[in-house]
């Protein structure tokens, strides 16, 4: 995906007058005319990443992963909203709460992913285009976690790239939210 430039930064400093903000408003990620919000949600034991199992989850942190993630949706023109908790209930009032203003949402429900149905139907509920990411390779590991509860419901699923998983499923979110944006 080619890079984009961050229409906040556009128009500003050493961007001034140069090509940056001569690109048409149609680079930008846009849906309906704002700037597109994309949820970045994770579930329990992510705040632990950095001490969890490197072999699975690799070995950066949660914090870490979050900057490279907002860093890549700036560059893509899209905005992010990141939450992590270790409840479902906090995670549910979370996406219920920010679903009025947003597009579309990442999701590593960790352990939830097995059997988390009351995540699952407030993932449904919002009616967003929904991937759910993975650090590990679900399909490699212990046979109860093969079975994912909210993949029937999500666009897709991205497992076993560590937290490269994260921004291959942003760029794909906006490129899908793009593409059915047009007429
Ligand atoms: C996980 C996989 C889950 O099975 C596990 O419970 C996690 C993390 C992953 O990112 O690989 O906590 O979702």
């Given amino acids: ?37 994309i949820l970045v949600v994770h579930g329990p034991n992510l705040n632990l990443l950095g001490h969890r199992d490197a072999s699975h989850y690799g070995r950066q942190t949660l914090a870490e992963i979050d900057a490279l993630v907002q860093k ?8 992010v909203a990141t939450f992590q908790s270790n409840s479902e209930g906090a995670l549910i009032d979370f996406i219920q709460k920010e679903r009025p203003d947003s597009q579309g949402i990442i999701i590593n429900p960790g352990a939830y992913t097995h059997y988390g149905l009351a995540l699952r139907d407030a993932l ?53 939210l793009q593409e059915e944006e047009k007429p």
Avoid at 72 to 79: D, F, H, S, T
Avoid at 154 to 173: N, T
């Fill in 124 to 176: 449904a509920d919002t009616g967003l285009p929904i991937i759910e990411v993975h650090l590990s390779n679900i399909h490699a590991r212990e046979g109860w976690r093969r079975h994912s509860v909210i993949a029937p419901i999500a666009r897709g699923q991205i497992s076993g790239l560590k937290g490269q998983g994260y921004i291959a499923a942003l760029e794909a979110l906006v490129a899908l």
């Fill in 1 to 37: 995906m080619p890079q984009m430039p961050d229409p906040d930064r556009a128009g500003q400093g050493q961007n001034r007058g140069a090509g940056l903000n001569s690109y048409p408003e149609t680079f930008y990620a846009k849906v309906a005319g704002t700037k597109m919000k």
């Fill in 72 to 79: 890549r949706a700036r560059e893509l023109g899209a905005k």
